[in-house]
């Protein structure tokens, strides 16, 4: 029951998500054939021409009918700028930023989870104040102010555009190691902004958890202290931070948009922010759509795992 | 076995243990009574050496004959559990909440390498095996406690300390943990250190009794001595505040004269689903009387409770205030809940802590907008729960009261709107002894002076016998036995009645 509601409940909001993604683009004040042709010398016939090509002339309700029914088949529109489908862009632009955004995350928990952890545990200590006062740092720092300050600080040490060199070998191990070579700025960038929200959210939650008498039985049934934390204080203190991390990786596939533009990594922030310039609708509409959607699936999968975690919650 | 010698606890610059010196011989069982704030848990938490760093610790706690205080850690992991454990308050936090119970009692015996069977001790508390398998949010509270005293149990340990094991639960259930308690005490020949504010639950279990009064042990002795004899006044405090049913002199309540009805509810019943959780119940409270609703923890007193305040609508059945059905929207039942009060059980959950007192009390006036001066009517309200002069406590946050004060501010927050009714649920129960002797008498001297009644819904038959003019017996949603409280109290016509009064433990 408590499974149907909450897939229910996705499944109504990826509905709304799909059609706040189409009104949201109607609603935009001005003529999107004339933002769209900006700078380039147009006429009015081409215009018109461009409005039947992409069905802006028909009524708003057949404009949505073929919206949805197109949006079932898994078509997301034609790109302006691409002139190609977007769904056929977003697919290409999915596996970089997957690379990127996806390493760069995990890493971020890891080391956020860990770090909060041991700041809360030794509270107070040079530790704790250290970690606590680097991370906030870095996490009030803007990214992209960050990511050229590392471009700038490495130098030559580490490439700085884009994901891969024109002149790589194309057998595989050259191509990885080279696409690895290029990931470090830009990962490392991200790591750096991220991994402080985890490491607080940790922090506090297990500082919560620090006075709860079921750690002081642990404590007299003669555990050592890294057994009452591992074994008991940290199960119960990770719960929190587990919608956050999940929220997050619903967060992943729409890229970073600040540091993939900084560093050229053509994932999905860097074609965000193309599709912004442009402004290309139907691409950012799909974009809006995607990753939306994406959003939405991790939240229920957080729901989902939440339960498995913690038998207070009973999902299934 | 267990020698203190002389033991003092600072925190700071404060003193919470002063000077205690007691000696526990095996197979003895000495009880630790006192207030909060007496330092009775803070000697328990010594012995195994778990007080917080900031803790400063004189004198001896010798173990077996090894000094607590001095050991290394590892020696004092070994000891931790295997020569003496803790039976903490299950019913709160001290089970780990997301791991099974079963694990939890498994662990110090896989920790210290003892042999044993969880099914074997959950055996000996009378629980089923499959309940290894729960997590404790699965346990009631009773099942909970079992948990804790068989996992105090897993290695075999000589001492074995109770730090308040069965606060917080209901008289029945507590009579039954006390039981298991008493029954593996006297079979395995433990030495027990029980801890508790409740002098009859000591005189249940415990041959001897030391008495703590700030940081002090004022008085020990055997506890049929102390309790008949207290010398020290702090003892006859203690002894005096739990009522004895049956024992005029703590009958406090002048008797009411009959009067025309207050409140009637009317073959109500409520249903959680397809639970009914009130299943009929006909209750009356007169003008100015005061009923208590007595029975177990999920007999259904609370969701009456919530019903007559029109916080949830009867599945069928009518609640009838002065007259007229209770509304069950609109201006109506805002108007009608202005007549009708609440004070929970404990006030400093009911405070929200970042009110200041004067906000506190005032915001039944704002949510009822009610014209006048705000200040004046909560002084008024303020000092009519006898706090004087109020001008003192109008600034204070909630953590710089004590939880009578506390106590008496969520009184006044309910008296500033003057209600004609007010329901109590379980107003004394995590007030300490001496301060509930006085709440009981306030709520007493309210009703004389402004003829407010009460519905005071609690599990505590000797509250009942102290305050009340009837008593309703709940059980199973429904209400088994009412009456006057003598008739109720002192000739119990159905079992459950009886069963309730016999499981009240006595001094």
């Known amino acids: ?316 | 076995m267990l020698e203190l010698k002389n033991l003092t606890v600072h925190y700071g610059h404060k003193r919470v243990v002063d000077d205690v010196s007691l000696l526990l011989a095996p197979g003895q069982t000495l009880g630790l009574a006192g207030e909060s704030g007496s330092g009775k848990s803070t000697v328990a938490m010594s012995v195994l050496r778990l007080l917080p760093r900031t803790a400063r610790v004189g004198g001896e706690i010798l173990l077996d004959g090894d000094d607590v205080r001095t050991m290394s850690w590892g020696k004092l992991r070994a000891v931790r559990w295997a020569s003496a454990s803790i039976v903490f308050q299950g019913a709160m936090h001290s089970l780990n909440p997301v791991r099974r119970v079963g694990d939890q009692i498994a662990e110090p015996m896989r920790l210290h390498g003892t042999n044993g069977s969880v099914d074997e001790l959950l055996d000996q508390v009378e629980l089923p095996k499959d309940k290894a398998r729960a997590y404790p949010h699965e346990l009631s509270g009773g099942q909970k406690q079992r948990v804790m005293i068989a996992m105090a149990l897993a290695c075999g340990p000589r001492l074995v300390i109770a730090d308040e094991p069965t606060t917080a639960l209901d008289v029945v259930v507590q009579a039954q943990v006390l039981k298991v308690m008493k029954r593996l005490v006297a079979e395995q020949d433990l030495g027990l250190l029980m801890i508790s504010h409740d002098l009859s639950v000591l005189a249940e279990t415990c041959d001897d009794l030391a008495v703590m009064y700030r940081g002090q042990v004022v008085e020990r002795g055997s506890t049929r001595d102390v309790i008949a004899n207290p010398r020290h006044p702090h003892t006859a405090a203690l002894t005096a505040a739990f009522p004895v049913i049956g024992d005029p002199a703590h009958r406090w309540t002048e008797p009411a004269e009959p009067s025309a009805p207050l409140l009637e509810v009317r073959e109500v019943k409520v249903d959680y689903g397809r639970t009914r959780a009130v299943d009929g119940v006909d209750l009356t409270i007169g003008r100015g009387e005061i009923v208590a609703l007595v029975g177990q923890s999920g007999s259904g007193k609370t969701t009456l409770a919530r019903t007559i305040m029109g916080l949830r609508k009867p599945s069928s059945g009518r609640v009838i205030f002065d007259g007229v059905e209770v509304p069950r929207k609109g201006k109506a039942l805002k108007a009608f809940r202005r007549q009708v009060q609440l004070v929970l059980q404990d006030p400093a959950s009911a405070l929200n802590p970042r009110h200041k007192v004067l906000d506190a009390v005032a915001e039944g006036l704002r949510v009822h907008g009610i014209p006048g001066d705000e200040e004046s009517l909560v002084t008024a309200a303020v000092e009519r729960a006898e706090l004087r002069p109020a001008s003192l406590y109008l600034e204070a946050l909630p953590h710089e009261l004590s939880g009578g004060q506390q106590q008496r501010v969520v009184i006044a927050g309910a008296l500033v709107l003057q209600p004609r009714l007010l329901v109590a649920d379980e107003p004394v129960a995590s007030l300490d002894a001496s301060v509930r002797g006085e709440i009981v008498a306030l709520l007493l001297r309210l009703r004389r002076e402004l003829g407010l009644a009460s519905l005071i819904i609690t599990h505590d038959l000797g509250l009942a016998w102290q305050i009340a003019d009837r008593v309703a017996v709940m059980h199973q949603g429904k209400i088994v036995e009412q009456g006057s409280v003598e008739q109720v109290l002192l000739n119990p016509s159905h079992d459950y009645t009886r069963a309730l009064l016999r499981a009240v433990p006595q001094v």
């Open chain 1, 1 to 316: 029951m408590r499974l149907a509601g909450r897939l229910g409940g996705a499944a109504l909001s990826l509905v709304m998500v799909a059609v706040l993604g189409f009104f949201l683009f109607r609603v935009v004040p001005g003529d999107p054939v004339v933002s769209m042709t900006r700078g380039r010398p147009t006429t009015a016939a081409m215009q018109a021409e461009l409005r039947s090509q992409f069905g802006l002339d028909r009524p708003l309700h057949e404009q949505f009918w073929s919206y949805v029914t197109s949006l079932l088949r898994g078509d997301l529109g034609t790109s302006f700028t691409f002139r190609r489908p977007v769904a056929d862009v977003i697919a290409e632009r999915l596996g970089p930023t997957l690379l990127l955004v996806g390493t760069s995350t995990l890493i971020a928990v890891g080391l956020g989870l860990w770090l909060g952890v041991r700041a809360a545990w030794r509270r107070d200590s040079a530790f704790d104040r250290a970690a606590t006062g680097v991370s906030l740092t870095l996490w009030a720092v803007p990214t992209f102010w960050l990511g050229m300050l590392l471009m700038m600080v490495t130098g030559d040490l580490f490439p700085s555009r884009g994901m891969r060199d024109t002149d790589t070998a194309p057998d595989f191990v050259s191509q990885a190691l080279d696409v690895a070579h290029h990931l470090v700025l830009p990962s490392v960038t991200l790591v750096a902004v991220v991994c402080a929200e985890y490491m607080l959210v940790m922090r506090s939650s297990l500082l919560e958890e620090m006075h709860a008498p079921y750690l002081v039985t642990a404590r007299a049934k003669g555990l050592r202290d890294d057994l009452v934390r591992r074994r008991h204080a940290v199960p119960n203190a990770v719960l929190p931070a587990i919608t956050l991390v999940f929220l997050r990786f619903g967060l992943v596939v729409a890229g970073a948009i600040t540091t993939e533009t900084v560093f050229s990594w053509p994932g999905l922030g860097l074609l965000f922010y193309d599709a912004l310039t442009g402004p290309d609708y139907f691409l950012l509409q799909g974009l809006l759509v995607f990753t939306a959607s994406a959003v939405v699936v991790m939240n229920l999968l957080a729901d989902l795992l939440y339960g498995v975690l913690d038998p207070r919650v009973k999902v299934v």
